[in-house]
């Protein structure tokens, strides 16, 4: 598999549907089916229809840069494979003690629990930018406290990088001041709270030269200075979005956000 397939979150989500089945099947054979004689192969064809309908979400593991929209499709591409999916095999293996109304509970109960399942990821998304608020808060006091002791921000504050403004104009930037670097086809470009400036180098000589003012690359475009966060929201497809000093909200792809969230605790 590729080096950014994110498995963490395969896995975790291969879970939900293999538990979907199984529930769902549970049950439906508790309700319908309790006098059907079952065999131990009964218990891992659940398991093995949780395997098959994660075929059509592959790519929302493989592709870094995939939308919303697109997470979306491929989601009830997903829920397009289970549903008649688990309908034909509770048919087969209990059609006879299941009829019509009991293909249709199986039916009701896969996207019920396909709902409870993708409302549990929200939930432990949700409480992951929760924490990692909670982080940007505390380093934000931490820094407050520094500066009101008098204490130093370290050599990196006084460095500087040179960009062009309007009309070409030179100016030596501080580093600690930009919010973001973002590289669009050929350019550079450094963001501050009022101004964008372009910078001549490529973007990976910029983090070189940056990387002592806690400006970390949080896309194969983007490069952001940690101090300079408001907020993260965490989106779809295991992907986070922070919330810069000016509004702007910059995308941390699922191949750099292990190392953003290490960086912030």
């Keep these: 598999m590729k080096k950014n397939v994110n498995i963490s ?11 979907e089945c199984v529930l769902s099947f549970a049950v439906i054979g508790t309700i319908f089916a309790r006098d059907a004689a079952i065999s131990y192969a ?3 064809i659940p398991l093995a229809m949780g395997a098959i ?11 870094e840069n995939m939308t919303i929209p697109q997470v979306i499709a491929q989601r009830l591409l ?3 494979v289970l549903e ?9 293996l209990a059609g006879d003690f299941l009829g019509k109304p009991g293909l249709v509970v ?3 109960l896969t996207a019920l629990f396909d709902a409870l399942s993708y409302s549990v990821a929200y939930l432990m998304e949700k409480a992951e930018s929760e924490r990692l608020n909670k982080k940007l808060r505390e380093a934000a ?17 006084d460095s500087t990088i040179e960009a062009f403004g309007d009309q070409n104009r030179r100016a030596q930037i501080p580093i600690a001041e930009i919010l973001y670097f973002e590289a669009d086809a050929e350019q550079v470009f450094a963001y501050t709270e009022k101004e964008i400036f372009q910078v001549r180098q490529r973007l990976y000589q910029v983090e070189t030269l940056s990387s002592a003012a806690e400006i970390i690359r949080v896309s194969k475009s983007h490069l952001v200075n940690l101090r300079k966060i408001q907020s993260v929201r965490t989106a779809l497809n295991s992907r986070l979005y922070a919330k810069m000093a000016n509004g702007e909200e910059v995308l941390v792809s699922r191949k750099y956000a292990p190392n953003f969230k290490e960086r912030l605790s």
């Design 9 to 19: 979150a395969f896995f975790r989500d291969l879970f939900f549907v293999q538990a």
């Design 53 to 63: 309908c994660m075929l059509p979400c592959l790519p929302v593991y493989l592709i």
């Design 84 to 92: 008649p999916l688990c309908v034909w095999t509770a048919n087969f």
């Design 106 to 108: 199986v039916a009701a």
């Design 42 to 44: 009964h218990f891992f």
């Design 78 to 80: 997903e829920l397009a």
């Design 141 to 157: 006091d931490n820094a407050d406290a520094r500066k009101d002791g008098g204490g130093a921000e370290g050599g990196a504050k």
